[in-house]
């Protein structure tokens, strides 16, 4: 966060509330008019005062309102594109295979420094305290939240994945104040799940977004992971949105797994001989 303020206060966006909040999408919807202003400015643009301005950056560890803008101006140089190898028809297999290889540890390298360790410490906390956990995806983020019921479900937790538009509207607004939500999304902008995770909030039930900082979806739901949709990937951002988010329920299952006391915490494979029979030989 130290290094991308922009990017901080993002993730952040959906987890704040009243005069934080305003001064956030002030600060989201116009950085570079933000960089401009002066302290007074950005308090009345937000319709609050200098103190809650000061209480606003000094959340995000700046010194003072100085630090707060260069910081600001700092997440508004354009990074280095993400590095993708355009695969072609003239690649050999060797080539092909070299280059989905070289893409996929440059999206998880790129994601090694973006990720949220507090936040998934914090939804680990609140799925451990979960009576149930309801997994929702849509499209390709199907197969993620599928890959989550699994190992969750081997580490003890009553979760369940929940598929199709029309069945999570039915069943969102039976969730109970004790029971987690967990929208898995790429983009973040798909209406009806962002419908499922505000009715989800509204019933009392906890709402996880594993998707991207900033969305409409993080503003519906309580906690956000960010899965950043980097720069220049539209062509390719069905692959690295899949490894970064099967990341992070990684992430997630390994910490789960050192909390109940594992000794390999993110080892299922000795969890497997009671689910499976198996050829010895």
Same mark, same amino acid.
């Given at each position: ?9 993002? *993730? +952040?966006?959906? /987890? ?15 950085? +570079?008019?933000?960089? &401009?202003?002066?302290?007074? +400015? ?23 309102? @100085?630090?707060? &803008?260069?910081?600001?101006? /700092?997440? =508004? ?20 295979? !070299? ?9 998880? @390298? #790129? ?16 799925? *451990? $305290? !979960? ?28 979760? #369940? !994945?929940? *598929? $199709?538009?029309? &069945? ?7 969730? #109970? ?25 509204? &019933?009392?039930?906890?709402?996880? !977004? ?6 409409? =979806? ?15 990937? $539209? =062509? ?10 099967? =990341? ?11 909390? @109940?006391?594992? +000794? ?18």
């Amino acid at each position: 966060m130290r290094n991308d303020l922009l990017r901080g206060i993002a *993730m +952040e966006r959906s /987890q704040l509330v009243g005069p934080a909040e305003r001064i956030a999408d002030v600060v989201l919807g116009d950085p +570079e008019a933000v960089i &401009k202003m002066s302290m007074a +400015e950005l308090a009345r643009a937000s319709g609050t005062s200098d103190p809650t301005v000061v209480r606003f950056f000094r959340r995000f560890d700046c010194e003072d309102y @100085q630090d707060f &803008k260069v910081r600001l101006a /700092q997440g =508004l140089i354009p990074q280095a594109p993400f590095d993708y190898e355009t695969i072609t028809l003239a690649d050999s297999p060797e080539s092909l295979c !070299a280059k989905v290889v070289t893409n996929s540890l440059h999206a998880i @390298q #790129r994601f090694a420094s973006d990720v949220d360790s507090a936040a998934i410490d914090k939804a680990v906390s609140k799925l *451990m $305290e !979960a009576r149930g956990v309801f997994l929702f995806g849509l499209g390709i983020s199907e197969t993620i939240a599928f890959d989550a019921e699994h190992k969750l479900f081997r580490l003890g937790l009553r979760c #369940r !994945a929940v *598929m $199709e538009a029309q &069945k999570q509207l039915l069943l969102v607004p039976t969730l #109970r104040s004790d029971e987690v939500a967990v929208f898995f999304s790429h983009s973040g902008a798909t209406k009806s799940l962002v419908e499922a995770a505000s009715i989800a909030r509204s &019933k009392g039930a906890y709402t996880i !977004a594993i998707t991207a900082p900033g969305s409409r =979806l993080t503003q519906a739901c309580d906690l956000t992971i960010g899965v950043p949709a980097y720069e220049n990937t $539209e =062509l390719y951002t069905p692959l690295t949105a899949r490894i970064n988010h099967l =990341l992070v329920v990684n992430m997630l299952v390994a910490m789960l797994g050192s909390r @109940q006391g594992h +000794e390999l915490p993110d080892n299922l494979a000795a969890l497997d001989p009671w689910l499976t029979n198996k050829f010895m030989d």
